[in-house]
Nanobody, 122 residues
Framework: QVQLVESGGGLVQPGESLRLSCAAS????????IGWFRQAPGKERDFVAA????????YYADSVKGRFTISRDNAKNTVYLQMNSLKPEDTAVYYC???????????????WGQGTQVTVSS
């Protein structure tokens, strides 16, 4: 099975930036969709962004459009989430996930990383 490891989270002030990475290993062959989700304490896991492995098609949640950019480096089996102009409401644990097709619903993803904490606070 595929293993996913997120990194790059941390504590930043509003308006600053972070770049998250998700490194995949193991049996990645069947998977074509990569998504980023986030979950704040006591809330559901929300979609952030998704990208297709082959075509590089992207989709973003309205809350992050214009601020976040998802990208991938297939040679490194790594997907990135560049987060600019961070807001306190972006505070959450960020998870990456893979599936056989890229989508916005967490139900469409089959394997998940353990998450990385992003805290935006002054």
């Amino acid at each position: 099975q595929v293993q996913l490891v997120e990194s790059g989270g941390g504590l930043v002030q509003p308006g600053e930036s972070l770049r998250l990475s998700c490194a995949a290993s193991g049996r990645t062959f069947p998977y074509t969709g990569i998504g980023w989700f986030r979950q704040a304490p006591g809330k559901e896991r929300d979609f952030v962004a998704a990208i297709s492995r082959v075509g590089g098609n992207t989709y973003y949640a309205d809350s992050v459009k214009g601020r976040f950019t998802i990208s991938r480096d297939n040679a490194k089996n790594t997907v990135y989430l560049q987060m600019n102009s961070l807001k306190p409401e972006d505070t959450a644990v960020y998870y990456c996930a893979v599936g056989r097709i890229w989508a916005t619903s967490p139900l469409q993803y089959e394997h998940w990383g353990q998450g990385t904490q992003v805290t935006v606070s002054s």
